[in-house]
């Protein structure tokens, strides 16, 4: 028995490793996309030259395709041309048209200006959500008033109105973010139509998913927020779908782990925890979408005066190795790998060297070694050339992030801040650091983190507060904090509050470590984090392993498969737990959470994968902009 639990576990473990992602499963139904025959036509086998085309897509379109497919792998698809619809595009009549869009009143009236102007040879129309049926026949009108019908060779639903930042993260959105915003989902002022406008985009969002995923997802969700309002109207939508015979959509059993057990979806209001997004970052990407100019994988920044935009995706393995790492660990793999680049090179050198001694002693057999060797190094040529300058782009990322940690002394920051959430005695105290260093957003944020997870007495409160003013601070987002925590003591008595006990209202179990020594002899610290679990990884880990935990025993629990069902705090018995799961963060995610999931699901006993999803991601800046906004409102009259 014992070998046939090892043997399963084995084979669930490689069926895992597998069985496509949510990213590869999108990229693969963009790519047929691509490749669709025109009408009448037959499927191109992969030996056959692509049928040359132009690609059109809007902003949200653009923002899908550069999450998934590189311009490269365009051309080898036969894409020759890509442009926006909203462009002036001059007439190329004898080229077909791949169109990628959103159905917006906007966008058919283009595709139709184009129809009727003959722009294109033919139309293939591919909507990112379902195109309406009122759309569907401006589109046939004006196909017929210009009397080339049969140049329309499809319309398409794709099922694509979200982002794949990675293999187990998407977002919502990157155009058009602010009414999915923190400010906008939480601003007691907004007309109740433009919520219900925000909740049904998000609600598209998570259809989306998973018609992609082919799967019908189990719904576990807090209560009395934006997250529960979200999970009905999915559970809603997943139900009209099945019953109106859309349920090929759904037709997928198999997860993540080669089991035909379907996913969960755990659906939380990002006010679940509000620390963590203020949290100053202390691992590679988290860093990088803190203090640089990061978004849809592409870092932008100025490199000796020059502006320079650098792409990171998985096929820089220097990235996939170390994006999650910390920065100290980093900092010292890429000294490792440049140093095992010029150890190559010189190797290389070495060999020519040898090989022209060889040739000049007249030792034939010895030649014809050093010769083969030789021209199999410089047959690696073009890799090594492609890694040093992989290299070299981090080299440079790197360094613009030490000149932040330097400048800002944000390892003072980061390890106050996991003293507080740890509960731990203050190295240095926080009215010390928000009065000395750090730019006014980096004590603002440390100020918010000490606030929301301690309870200060009001000589501490208004020692700080005017800290923060002569530092120069809005003053705003400490409003909001307070608004939140009278909320949260009249409104979140009870299980939840409860069960955070003494670790403060926000806390999470991250533990820091502090090592000895300098990092690049700059004076920054080695502060490493040990495996800890953030709240948000913590609720994960009890919905998914259904252990009983005051923290989710009011949590909803929906099943839009069975047709007659009401929405129970009770898990169903002999429910097993669930292999594979959906993060989704209503108001606003971060990179911190997504590696911590990533790190739990590495150190988990059995094979399991997290996906995790959110309106938008939310550097520190914008969360802390939303908090003023929000702040502004509370304020007295």
């Not at 939480?186 to 998973?210: G, P, Q, Y």
């Not at 502006?307 to 100290?328: E, I």
């Not at 690696?380 to 000149?403: C, I, R």
Request: aromatic content about 8%; proline content about 5%.
């Amino acid at each position: 028995e014992t070998d046939l639990s090892a043997s399963l576990e084995k084979m669930m473990g490689e069926a895992a490793e597998h069985t496509p992602t949510l990213r590869t499963k999108q990229a693969a139904a963009i790519k047929a996309m691509l490749s669709a025959p025109r009408a009448g036509g037959e499927a191109q086998a992969d030996t056959e030259e692509p049928e040359w085309k132009v690609l059109i897509y809007d902003k949200a379109g653009q923002d899908t395709l550069a999450t998934i497919i590189s311009v490269g792998e365009l051309r080898e698809l036969g894409v020759t041309l890509h442009l926006l619809l909203a462009s002036e595009r001059e007439p190329i009549p004898d080229v077909p048209a791949i169109y990628f869009v959103l159905p917006t009143e906007d966008n058919v009236a283009r595709i139709c200006k184009d129809i009727t102007s003959y722009t294109y040879e033919t139309y293939q129309l591919n909507f990112l959500t379902p195109l309406p049926r009122a759309m569907l026949e401006t589109i046939a009108q004006a196909a017929i008033a210009a009397n080339c019908t049969d140049s329309i060779t499809r319309v398409f639903d794709m099922y694509d109105n979200f982002l794949c930042l990675e293999d187990d993260m998407f977002v919502a959105r990157n155009q058009n973010r602010l009414p999915l915003s923190y400010f906008a989902l939480n601003n007691s002022e907004a007309k109740d139509a433009d919520i219900e406008r925000a909740m049904s985009d998000i609600v598209d969002t998570l259809f989306c998913v998973f018609a992609t995923h082919g799967t019908v997802p189990i719904i576990r969700c807090s209560r009395r927020n934006a997250a529960e309002q979200v999970a009905k109207m999915l559970d809603q939508r997943l139900r009209d779908s099945i019953k109106t015979g859309r349920a090929s959509l759904f037709s997928d059993p198999i997860t993540a782990s080669g089991s035909f057990q379907r996913p969960l979806l755990i659906l939380l209001d990002r006010n679940v925890d509000l620390a963590t997004p203020l949290h100053h970052a202390w691992t590679y990407q988290a860093l990088l979408h803190d203090l640089m100019d990061y978004e849809l994988n592409r870092v932008k920044m100025v490199t000796d005066g020059k502006p320079m935009t650098y792409d990171l995706d998985k096929s820089d393995s220097f990235w996939v190795a170390q994006r999650g790492k910390p920065f100290p660990e980093v900092a010292s793999a890429i000294e490792e790998a440049l140093s095992a680049w010029k150890d190559q090179e010189q190797r290389i050198k070495d060999l020519r060297g040898s090989a022209a001694a060889d040739s000049d002693a007249g030792v034939a057999a010895a030649l014809a070694e050093s010769t083969a060797k030789l021209n199999s190094a410089i047959s690696s040529l073009g890799d090594m050339m492609e890694q040093k300058k992989k290299l070299d782009m981090h080299t440079n990322l790197l360094t613009a992030v030490m000149e932040h940690l330097k400048g800002r002394q944000l390892d003072a920051f980061y390890e106050s801040e996991e003293e507080i959430l740890n509960k731990k005695a203050l190295t240095k105290p926080v009215l010390e650091t928000i009065s000395q260093i750090g730019n006014p957003e980096d004590r603002m944020r440390l100020y918010l983190m000490y606030a929301l997870d301690t309870d200060l007495s009001p000589e501490t409160t208004e020692a700080c507060e005017a800290a923060l003013r002569a530092a120069g601070c809005d003053m705003a987002p400490t409003l909001w904090v307070r608004d939140v925590k009278r909320f949260q003591k009249t409104m979140m008595q009870g299980p939840i509050a409860a069960s955070h006990g003494d670790q403060g209202l926000f806390s999470h179990a991250t533990k820091m470590m502090k090592l000895g020594g300098d990092l690049w002899k700059q004076g920054v610290k080695k502060l490493v984090p040990t495996s800890g679990d953030l709240a948000v990884t913590v609720i994960a880990e009890a919905l998914m392993d259904l252990k009983p935990s005051a923290l989710i025993q009011d949590y909803l629990y929906f099943d839009p498969r069975i047709l007659k069902f009401t929405p129970t705090t009770t898990v169903p018995k002999g429910r097993p737990p669930f292999e594979e799961a959906f993060v989704f963060i209503v108001g606003g995610g971060n990179y911190i959470e997504y590696q911590n999931l990533q790190d739990f699901c590495a150190r988990a006993p059995n094979s399991r994968r997290i996906t995790y999803g959110t309106t938008l991601l939310m550097s520190p800046r914008q969360f802390v902009d939303d908090m003023a906004q929000l702040g502004a409102k509370c304020a007295p009259k």
